[in-house]
């Protein structure tokens, strides 16, 4: 079964300063992944996320994330973290079911922007 | 973008009684619909997938009698909580795919007293 594994429960960056959140996945096929996030007490919303193709993907926010299948990592990166950054981070990977995504989810990252 | 909602944001029920969480696409159709439940500070769990015309599936461990499903549309599915008790209480999201992407809706916050 696919797993998702966020190292990091949480991080605290100053703002400007750059940020890089971690995800590692167990899959064995070519994995859909995703990174989401969501401010307290909200839904969630796509930041990113890679089918195939270029390694290095680009989001919303001036997010991006590397896909690394040698280190089976997908690690989500900005260079410069603003304090409306501040919120809980998720990486998931999918599995077609039924032409579908079922996802799964690692436990989040927090992010704490500091002024 | 594709939008899900969801219906009511927030809702307290009495330990013992019912309550319904609907989840709509606005302006896409779905097939197929998906059920989380996320505690405080914790990720977000697969609950069951909802089949329009068709019984859910559920995940394992999550009790059908007590989480019913139903989808009696291609853009509303419905989550009852059923004789509700305060372990039951959580955030719940929805989400339904249009492509290949998850579109989540708002979430459901529900407190059993």
């Known amino acids: 079964a696919q797993s998702v594994t966020q190292p990091d429960i949480h991080i605290t960056v100053s703002e400007g300063a750059s940020l890089e959140l971690r995800c590692n996945y167990s899959y064995g096929a070519t994995p859909y992944l995703f990174w989401y996030v969501q401010s307290p007490g909200q839904g969630l919303q796509l930041l990113l996320k890679?089918?195939?193709?270029?390694?290095l993907v680009q989001g919303i926010k001036g997010f991006e994330a590397e896909f690394k299948r040698s280190q089976s990592s997908f690690n989500l990166r900005k260079p410069s973290v603003h304090w409306s950054d501040a919120a809980e981070y998720f990486c998931a990977v999918g599995q077609t079911q039924g032409g579908s995504e079922k996802l799964v989810f690692g436990k989040g990252t927090k992010l704490t922007v500091n002024p | 973008g594709a939008v899900v909602s969801q219906h009511p944001s927030w809702v307290i029920c009495k330990s013992g009684t019912s309550v319904k969480i609907e989840c709509r696409s606005l302006d896409f159709q779905a097939t197929t619909m998906f059920w989380y439940r996320q505690f405080p500070k914790q990720s977000l769990m697969l609950m069951a997938t909802s089949n329009e015309g068709s019984k859910a599936t559920y995940e394992q461990g999550v009790e059908k009698d007590k989480f019913l499903i139903n989808h009696a549309s291609l853009t509303l599915s419905t989550l009852t909580v059923t004789s509700a008790h305060p372990e039951d209480s959580s955030f719940y999201i929805c989400?339904?795919?249009?492509?290949?992407?998850?579109?989540f809706g708002p979430g459901t916050r529900l407190t059993v007293t």
């Open positions: 890679y089918f195939s193709g270029d390694t």
């Open positions: 989400s339904a795919p249009a492509a290949v992407e998850q579109y």
